[in-house]
């Protein structure tokens, strides 16, 4: 069972990336998930999180309106879009997936990936 990130990277404010969550071992549209991030010094925090029950989607304060999730339950791949991206935004970003129950709560997450890094110069 493993989640794969990737996607990170150096961008200029204002820039745009895409990260991708790619899972094995497991199948992504029984699971709820999530993209949380940690900056340096500071706690994992989520960023989005979607209900593989009933389709919702959210996301923190901080990025609404500028990131969005997306989901190929074929490729069994999770996306984070990000746009308008600040220098606030680095971090290193992780997807989680979830069978049971729907949130930001890190402790509500079965499995994590490994990580991808995110840098946005100002």
């Known amino acids: 069972v493993q989640l794969q990130a990737c996607g990170g990277g150096l961008v200029q404010a204002g820039g745009s990336l895409k990260l991708s969550c790619v899972a094995s071992g497991f199948t992504l549209n029984d699971h709820s998930n999530g993209w949380f991030r940690q900056a340096p010094g500071k706690e994992r925090e989520w960023v989005s999180c979607y209900s593989t029950f009933d389709g919702l989607t959210i996301y923190s304060d901080s990025v609404k309106g500028r990131f969005t999730f997306s989901r190929d339950n074929a490729k069994n791949t999770v996306y984070l879009r990000m746009s308008n991206l600040e220098p606030e935004d680095t971090a290193v970003y992780y997807c989680?997936?979830?069978?049971?129950?729907?949130?930001?709560?890190?402790?509500?997450?079965?499995?994590w990936g490994q990580g991808t890094q995110v840098t946005v110069s100002s």
């Open positions: 989680a997936a979830t069978s049971s129950g729907y949130g930001g709560s890190l402790s509500l997450y079965d499995y």
